[in-house]
């Protein structure tokens, strides 16, 4: 099976703006890759140069998260924009994973590290779509709110760290998804929306995975450079995530994940 360079798949899709086309994209990659992988091969890593933006549709509006209108979850229209703020995190979550894969060539990696992160992204590009489901089944759409234009940030900030990059997303802005997701799922449940409990829910099991990714990734290179992962954890985030790590925590899920107590607790706000 003849395919593009992984790294090459990985800018094809930061360099696709709409958002169904990028997951259509995403999603296809990845099962060409692991098509490739079940008959035994290892496709070409390959060497990109990814940029340092992704490509974004003309709408959403992104502005400073000062600025995103807080609405109500109690009410339609403020489930409408919960809805529409997990989409626009799902959206970030797909080229957090693909850039993983293309910025960071230079380091050796064995072939299980892309495999996770390939597997990743095509589950984030499937939660995309999920949510994207759930607000058109609400007479709205990806793009009709105002977002967060911040979310990239973690991305700009870890660009020369590979490290610093798995310490931020996976471990601390996707653990935290899994200290949230069960309050939203309450919401929805709540307001009888069963099309967006049943895609929170396959949301909420799959982030324990790339939480896990995250862990094991960072505790390998911690290995291979003799390193305390506790100690440098604790470091990398203090240098790069700009506040302090915010309780409750889901601890049951955080441990299945493989981030022990002991990683977060001392970085939480008093």
């Known amino acids: 099976m003849s395919l593009l360079p992984l790294a090459e798949m990985a800018c094809n899709v930061l360099e696709t703006g709409d958002g169904r086309e990028k997951t259509a994209l995403s999603r296809g990659y990845a099962a060409a890759w692991f098509a490739a992988r079940a008959?035994?091969?290892?496709?070409?890593?390959?060497?990109?140069?990814?940029?340092?933006?992704?490509?974004?549709?003309?709408?959403?509006?992104?502005?400073?998260?000062?600025?995103?209108?807080?609405?109500?979850?109690?009410?339609?229209?403020?489930?409408?924009?919960?809805?529409?703020?997990?989409?626009?995190?799902?959206?970030?979550?797909?080229?957090?994973?693909?850039?993983?894969?293309?910025?960071?060539?230079?380091?050796?990696?064995?072939?299980?590290?892309?495999?996770?992160?390939?597997?990743?992204?095509?589950?984030?590009?499937?939660?995309?779509?999920?949510?994207?489901?759930c607000l058109e089944a609400n007479d709205s759409f990806y793009g009709d709110l105002p977002a967060h234009a911040g979310m990239w940030?973690?991305?700009?900030?870890?660009?020369?760290?590979?490290?610093?990059?798995?310490?931020?997303?996976?471990?601390?802005?996707?653990?935290?998804?899994?200290?949230?997701?069960?309050?939203?799922?309450?919401?929805?449940?709540?307001?009888?929306?069963?099309?967006?409990?049943?895609?929170?829910?396959?949301?909420?099991?799959?982030?324990v995975g790339h939480v896990a990714y995250g862990s094991k990734w960072f505790h390998f290179l911690c290995g291979r450079h003799e390193l305390d992962p506790k100690d440098v954890f604790h470091s990398l985030v203090r240098k790069y995530f700009h506040g302090a790590l915010k309780p409750p925590f889901n601890e049951e899920k955080r441990a299945e994940a493989g981030l022990p107590p002991d990683f977060y607790w001392p970085l939480a706000e008093e």
Request: aromatic letters at 6%.
């Open 153 to 207: 940030r973690a991305a700009e900030d870890t660009v020369d760290d590979l490290m610093g990059r798995l310490a931020v997303v996976p471990m601390v802005l996707e653990a935290r998804g899994l200290d949230v997701t069960p309050g939203m799922i309450e919401i929805f449940s709540k307001a009888n929306d069963v099309q967006a409990v049943e895609a929170l829910n396959v949301i909420y099991a799959e982030e």
């Open 39 to 133: 008959e035994g091969e290892l496709p070409t890593i390959g060497q990109a140069q990814p940029p340092l933006h992704p490509a974004r549709p003309e709408k959403p509006a992104l502005l400073n998260p000062r600025d995103v209108p807080r609405r109500r979850p109690g009410s339609p229209a403020g489930r409408i924009a919960l809805l529409h703020a997990i989409a626009h995190i799902e959206l970030n979550a797909v080229d957090l994973h693909w850039d993983i894969i293309a910025r960071y060539t230079d380091t050796k990696m064995p072939a299980g590290f892309y495999d996770d992160w390939v597997k990743a992204a095509d589950e984030e590009s499937k939660h995309f779509n999920l949510l994207c489901d």
